[in-house]
């Protein structure tokens, strides 16, 4: 049973930074893509940043030169690091997890293998 699990939500102001963690079981980790979404209330889940197995990025245009999504293969981890929070940046973070990388950066939300359960992060004005 493969599980994600985030760390490091919050709340902020406008301005700070905030690095999120999801760290992964699973003997595989190195071979899948792995994303980030976040969903604000009354919206839809959206796509923000994916990172496929040998380190390729892609980020949706509202947090290019913002956030940045790295990983340690090493330690089953990935990780989104996000300076000059907006406060349009609010939502609660998910983790994804997938061996088709489209999947994830083309928000196929209902393909996407695994989720993590989510971390709040708050940006006040």
């Known amino acids: 049973q493969v599980q994600l699990v985030e760390f490091g939500g919050g709340l902020v102001q406008a301005g700070d930074s905030l690095r999120l963690s999801c760290a992964a079981s699973g003997r595989t980790f190195g071979l899948w893509s792995m994303g980030w979404f976040r969903q604000a209330p009354g919206k839809q889940r959206e796509f923000v940043a994916a990172?496929?197995?040998?380190?390729?990025?892609f980020y949706v245009d509202s947090v290019k030169g913002r956030f940045t999504i790295s990983r340690d293969n090493a330690k089953n981890t990935v990780y989104l690091q996000m300076n000059s929070l907006k406060p349009e940046d609010t939502a609660v973070y998910y983790c994804?997890?997938?061996?088709?990388?489209?999947?994830?950066?083309?928000?196929?939300?209902?393909?996407?293998?695994?989720w993590g359960q989510g971390a709040q992060v708050t940006v006040s004005s």
């Open positions: 990172i496929t197995w040998n380190g390729i990025t």
């Open positions: 994804a997890g997938d061996r088709i990388l489209t999947h994830i950066t083309n928000s196929v939300l209902s393909d996407v293998e695994y």
